[in-house]
Structure formats: structure tokens, C-alpha cells
């Protein structure tokens, strides 16, 4: 697609529950990006993959966060045993070939943990 | 920890004024990017300016780039109420080639008709 989708748009969990967010980047876009926005401002770096490889991983909390880009399948990102700061809208970005490019965001997901 | 610090946090103008937003970052850059916010949505790319590169234009808006004070501009020529957004300027930074953005707190513009 032309534009880059994600699903769901709201997401709501308890406590301790897993939360499993999706995107669909760009076709032909070889760079896919996570970002955690909190609070309407800061946005936070989690994950970049080129192609299905993780590209830069150093900014996810690894204990409970993980993210996948698997061939014929929307990328993934599942956080395990949510907390009530994982509240925050998770955005998805796809680039072109050279990273220096602009990159593409979708509109998020809110994830809301009660 | 956000490298990217912009001013103002908020500007309200007046419909047909102009509006300039500034931002200023710490480390190497590739590129500097800005984009917009609309309210519940994501970031729509806007303009982006390389670091060997001092002035770039698109339609009502001016970026300009000073690497030796590690600072951007965004100004919005005769703005519009469709405008009000907002704007944050984002880094690749050399060092990870690029590859994240890494993005200032952003400026909340409001324009008024």
C-alpha cells in the first residue's frame, strides 16, 4: 500500500496482560521503525528492521518488549506483562532503501493500560 | 534523553502572519527532518535538509541549517488555520548511519482565523 498502516488504532489492557500492535509498512520500503510517543510530546526510539533483520535494537526495553518483521506479514511489536507506563501511543515508520530518506509514519496505536 | 530542544513550546499568530519555529540538537547529523503533528494522528514528513546543505524551500516553507551552532528553522510563510499542528524537527545522527530519528519535544502552533 501507499500508505503505512496500523492496527489496532486503540488498544486497552489490564495490567500484566500481553499487547500485541501492527504495521503494515510501505510496499518497497526496506526500513521499518518503532516509536513510543508519550504525553503528546516525546517521542522515543524502540526498534528499526531492515527487511526482516533487526537493524538497531538499542533502543528496546528488553525484558518485555520484543518486535518481528517476518516476509509476507506485518510487522509486530508485543509487549509482555504490561505496566501501566507502557500507556502511550506506539508509532510505526517505513523508509526507502537508503536511510537517509524521509520515513513514512503510520497514525499509531493508543495503548491504554489500566 | 531527547537531543533535540525546541522553542517556542507554543505559538499562537493570527491567520496570514508568519510563524518560525526553532530547534537545536547536540551531536553530528546526517540530515535534519521536519514534520507535523495534527492532533490524534501520525507525523507527516514536511521538509528535509541534509547536513552539507543551509537553506531548503517547499511552497510557504523555509528551513535553514547551521551546523557550526547545531540549530534549524522552520518558518511558515502566510499561514492558515489548517496550519495549527504540531511541529517537531528530528536528527539522524551520524553515528547509527542514520538509521533512528531522534526528535525534539516539538512546537504546539496554533493559528487562529
Known amino acids: 500500500g501507499e500508505e503505512v498502516a496500523q492496527t489496532p488504532k486503540h488498544l486497552v489492557r489490564g495490567e500484566g496482560q500481553k499487547a500485541k500492535l501492527y504495521c503494515a509498512p510501505i510496499?518497497?520500503?526496506?526500513?521499518v521503525f518503532w516509536y513510543q510517543q508519550v504525553l503528546k510530546n516525546e517521542f522515543k526510539f524502540l526498534i528499526s528492521?531492515?527487511?526482516?533483520?533487526?537493524?538497531?535494537e538499542t533502543g528496546m526495553p528488553k525484558e518485555r518488549f520484543s518486535a518481528k518483521c517476518l516476509p509476507n506479514s506485518p510487522c509486530s511489536l508485543e509487549i509482555q506483562a504490561t505496566k501501566l507506563e507502557d500507556s502511550a501511543v506506539y508509532f510505526c515508520?517505513?523508509?526507502?532503501?537508503?536511510?537517509?530518506?524521509?520515513?513514512?509514519f503510520g497514525d499509531g496505536t493508543r495503548l491504554s493500560i489500566l | 534523553s531527547q537531543q533535540g530542544e525546541e522553542d517556542p513550546q507554543a505559538l499562537s499568530i493570527q491567520e496570514g502572519e508568519n510563524a518560525t519555529m526553532n530547534c537545536s540538537y547536540k551531536?553530528?547529523?546526517?540530515?535534519l527532518q521536519w514534520y507535523r503533528q495534527n492532533s490524534g494522528r501520525g507525523l507527516v514528513h514536511l521538509i528535509l535538509?541534509?547536513?552539507?546543505?543551509r537553506e531548503k524551500h517547499s511552497g510557504r516553507l523555509r528551513v535553514t541549517l547551521d551546523t557550526s551552532k547545531k540549530s534549524s528553522s522552520l518558518l511558515i510563510t502566510a499561514s492558515r488555520a489548517a496550519d495549527t499542528a504540531s511541529y517537531f524537527c528530528a536528527t539522524g545522527n551520524e553515528e547509527t548511519s542514520g538509521s533512528r530519528l531522534t526528535f525534539g519535544e516539538g512546537t504546539q502552533l496554533t493559528v487562529n482565523p
Open positions: 528492521f531492515q527487511n526482516e533483520n533487526v537493524f538497531d
Open positions: 515508520a517505513s523508509s526507502q532503501v537508503d536511510l537517509r530518506e524521509p520515513q513514512h
Open positions: 551531536t553530528s547529523i546526517n540530515n
Open positions: 510496499k518497497g520500503h526496506s526500513y
Open positions: 535538509i541534509r547536513s552539507n546543505e
